[in-house]
T-cell receptor, first 115, second 110 residues
Framework: DPKIIQKPKYLVAVTGSEKILICEQYLGHNAMYWYRQSAKKPLEFMFSYSYQKLMDNQTASSRFQPQSSKKNHLDLQITALKPDDSATYFC??????????????FGPGTRLLVL | GQGVEQPDNLMSVEGTFARVNCTYSTSGFNGLSWYQQREGHAPVFLSYVVLDGLKDSGHFSTFLSRSNGYSYLLLTELQIKDSASYLCAVRMPNYNVLYFGSGTKLTVEP
């Protein structure tokens, strides 16, 4: 059974619209993250959450807003979508954020295409 | 910015070995992780190193030199199925943030 679930797997949106990417983890982890992977670019860190609190945000745009309704959920709301937002968005989780051995495990990703 | 560099491509032959290099220049360092990523799939964790030297984990081994900002992933007894992209990522001290290289696409030929 998958331990990190991301929904939907594929998403097509029009410019200017708003979408929510869903992430749930069943690893019992306390920390969750969002990364973005655009074509031909490295995986890029976006947000880090620990116990449902924002720990680090390296996304310049306020159009990206994480939402954590439960400890094992970290959704990503994206507003005013632009074609440049097209990418695969990966959710990840780890036991904690502060330990040297806290491996991050990645979900399957949501592939977003903005037309 | 945070610099993590990897060669784009690497080719090797089945049954031999491949060494995937990674150099980094970052404002902090709390270890380095290696991931395997197949096209259209999520990165899969392979190894984490924080101490200098070689860490032998069988099919995958990793080396780290912190003074030189250098690591490599060594794959031995290559199989065709080892063809994939290999990503290195520097773990930062702040909140476990990972800075990834662009990945090395390894092609294993018969």
């Amino acid at each position: 059974d998958p331990k990190i679930i991301q929904k939907p797997k594929y998403l097509v949106a029009v410019t200017g619209s708003e979408k929510i990417l869903i992430c749930e983890q069943y690893l019992g982890h306390n920390a969750m993250y969002w990364y973005r992977q655009s074509a031909k670019k490295p995986l890029e860190f976006m947000f880090s959450y620990s116990y449902q609190k924002l720990m680090d945000n390296q996304t310049a745009s306020s159009r990206f807003q994480p939402q954590s309704s439960k400890k094992n959920h970290l959704d990503l709301q994206i507003t005013a979508l632009k074609p440049d937002d097209s990418a695969t968005y990966f959710c990840a989780s780890s036991q904690r954020t502060g330990g040297s051995q806290d491996t991050q495990y990645f979900g399957p990703g949501t592939r977003l295409l903005v037309l | 910015g945070q610099g993590v560099e990897q060669p784009d491509n690497l080719m090797s032959v089945e049954g031999t070995f491949a060494r995937v290099n990674c150099t980094y220049s970052t404002s902090g360092f709390n270890g380095l992780s290696w991931y395997q990523q197949r096209e259209g799939h999520a990165p899969v964790f392979l190894s984490y190193v924080v101490l200098d030297g070689l860490k032998d984990s069988g099919h995958f081994s990793t080396f780290l030199s912190r003074s030189n900002g250098y690591s490599y992933l060594l794959l031995t007894e290559l199989q065709i199925k080892d063809s994939a992209s290999y990503l290195c990522a520097v773990r930062m001290p702040n909140y476990n943030v990972l800075y990834f290289g662009s990945g090395t696409k390894l092609t294993v030929e018969p």
